[in-house]
């Protein structure tokens, strides 16, 4: 079976200035468009500017959030530690959206002082609710040895070998899954 069609989004789950996760993101995709098994492409939560949860200014943003949540087959999510939690943001942008992500796949990618785990594991039980198969292999980046500063990304090579496995987990889960949809 061939995953060429799959759609993949890297979503770039932090907004707040000075963040991150661009650096995180373009790595990661950098990594996956050279496997030549699926489109990967970066989601930046920044581009959609979704209103808080149920405001209903935002109607136009939140129907641009679902449609292209909607046309994704799986997910990479990068996500920041904050308050031994994900972001609000990212909270915010997994409520906006509900039927859209039923059925697909994510992978998680995280970075903090402790590599971001406890957000990980946050962000895992909110995912089960949404109905998305969280992949097991989950890179954590820590702050004080991947970042030089806190601010520049300088990811040790032993890392590319898990986010490879990990991608390798969200394009078997996402193409299975891609049949309970069709």
Known sequence: M???????????????PGRVSPQVGNWIK???????????????????NLPFFGDPAGEQQVAAWAKKISRLDGFVFVTAE???SITG????A????RTEWYNKAAGIVSYGSSGGTRAAEHLRGILAEVQVADVRTHPALNLFTDFENY????????????????L???????T????VRC
Do not use: C
């Open 168 to 174: 390798n987990q969200v394009i078997s889960w996402s």
């Open 176 to 179: 299975a899954l891609k049949s």
């Open 89 to 92: 943001v990212l909270k915010n």
């Open 94 to 97: 997994l409520d906006s959206a």
């Open 151 to 166: 601010t520049v990304f300088k990811p040790s090579n032993l890392h590319i070998a898990h986010v490879n496995d990990m």
């Open 30 to 48: 950098t990594i996956a468009d050279q496997r030549g098994d699926a489109i990967y492409e970066i989601v930046d939560l920044v581009d959609y």
């Open 2 to 16: 061939t995953t060429t069609h799959l759609e993949i989004g890297i979503i770039l789950g932090s907004s707040r």
């Open 82 to 84: 904050y308050n031994h």
